[in-house]
């Protein structure tokens, strides 16, 4: 007699932003972190993305810190998927926003660079050959400024002066970790570098909890 085969179940799949827009937000289909999201999105757009926190979050949402934490790892990474999430969801209302819009323009980057092969294949490419080609070397000159400018203009003046040394420090990383690393650039990433220009490390420490 045969023995049965077993069907082996594929492991769970931790649903994404875009799963959380599909599906909507009914708590009873989506489960307790998408109503997270929801109401951490709901902070953001109110009040900023000082105001998301792990301890507002929770609380806002009636659950547990630990709760939230079982779903982001980071502040950084519930920061970053907030930041998507509205970004998907109410984009006139996340573009109103200093951290929308640099996070726009940090996701439009990483999109060129990891989904489009012939971006980030372009942009490696231009590096690699600017040193003895005039016309390459124009042609990344032309591109950092182009960076550069939308950088300007999606920070606040009154807030930073958008150098060459701010571009390299919020730039960086995305470009390290897709040149560089051959590795996806993440909404946690993502989310660490608007927080880094929109709320400065000093205040994270002494104004917001985790």
């Given at each position: 007699?045969?023995?049965?085969s077993?069907?082996?179940?594929?492991?769970?799949?931790?649903?994404?932003?875009?799963d959380?827009?599909a599906v909507?937000?009914?708590?009873?289909?989506v489960?307790?972190r998408?109503h997270?999201?929801a109401v951490?999105c709901?902070?953001?757009?109110r009040?900023?993305?000082?105001a998301?926190t792990?301890t507002?979050?929770a609380?806002?949402?009636d659950v547990s810190p630990?709760?939230?934490?079982?779903h982001?790892?980071s502040?950084?990474?519930?920061v970053?998927?907030?930041l998507?999430?509205?970004?998907i969801?109410?984009?006139?209302?996340a573009?109103?926003?200093?951290?929308?819009?640099l996070?726009e323009?940090?996701?439009?980057?990483r999109?060129q660079?990891?989904?489009?092969?012939?971006?980030?294949?372009?942009?490696a490419?231009?590096?690699?050959?600017?040193?003895r080609?005039?016309?390459s070397a124009?042609n990344?000159?032309?591109?950092?400024?182009a960076?550069r400018?939308?950088l300007?203009?999606a920070?606040?003046?009154?807030r930073?002066?958008?150098?060459?040394?701010?571009?390299?420090?919020i730039?960086g990383p995305?470009?390290?970790?897709?040149l560089?690393?051959?590795a996806?650039?993440?909404?946690?990433?993502?989310?660490?570098?608007?927080?880094?220009v929109v709320?400065?490390e000093g205040?994270?420490?002494?104004?917001?909890?985790?």
């Open positions: 007699m045969s023995t049965p077993r069907t082996t179940q594929p492991a769970a799949r931790r649903l994404s932003v875009n959380v827009i909507g937000l009914d708590r009873r289909r489960g307790k998408q997270i999201l951490a709901d902070l953001l757009l009040e900023g993305p000082g998301v792990v507002t979050t609380q806002r949402a630990p709760t939230v934490r079982k982001w790892q502040r950084e990474d519930l970053g998927d907030t998507d999430y509205a970004r969801t109410d984009p006139r209302g573009g109103a926003t200093e951290a929308g819009r996070f323009f940090l996701d439009r980057l999109r660079l990891q989904d489009t092969p012939i971006g980030g294949a372009s942009l490419e231009l590096v690699g050959r600017a040193p080609n005039t016309i124009d990344l000159l032309n591109y950092a400024t960076q400018r939308a300007d203009e920070i606040s003046p009154q930073l002066v958008v150098d060459d040394m701010v571009v390299a420090r730039l995305i470009v390290f970790q897709v560089v690393m051959r996806e650039a993440s909404n946690a990433l993502l989310g660490r570098l608007v927080l880094e709320e400065p205040n994270r420490r002494s104004r917001r909890p985790l």
